[in-house]
């Protein structure tokens, strides 16, 4: 990632149940926190780049609409999410990936998804951030797009994702979908 700053993205936590499947089919539970979050740093695809490995970035769809949610093919580690259409520019990095050394340069956490997935939460887990994350989002893709960013490092020049992504069968999403119970580890 390019000059990280808080300003330069949201620094979320998404405890969606897709997020936790997506950990559970890579085996990387243990990159949630107590309570099944994810956290990210949802930015543009401009600020990222990949200076070696590329030659192992994989991509993964739980459905053939969803997420292209690329990981790294030697390790299974998550990567990045970033939504299907090259034409909006957003991305969220994964930061289990961060040093804990590094992330206070990504400033605190501004916001809360799907709180209602969370699996036994504290009572005080909420949403929160949201409208503000949703408008950051929006403003950054729009001035993306007025540049002329191109959608690299994810997409080719015809907006086509650069690995063709594994998409789970039914079967397969089902299978890997969180449980009832508590966060097994
Ligand atoms: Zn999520």
Redesign the pocket.
Known sequence: MHDVAPDRGNHLI???????TAANVLGYQDTLDNWGG?TVFQTIPRNVEFERGQRYLACLRLSPKGMLRWYAGCCNAPLF?VLPNSRIAMTGLNMARIAESDQAAFGPLAGV??AK?AKNPPPDLKDRGIPKAFALVFWRAVKAQLRGDSAAPFFDANGQPVVTPRVLTLEERKAARPGRGPISR
């Open positions: 998404c405890y969606c149940s897709d997020c936790q994810t999410n998804y799907s997935g």
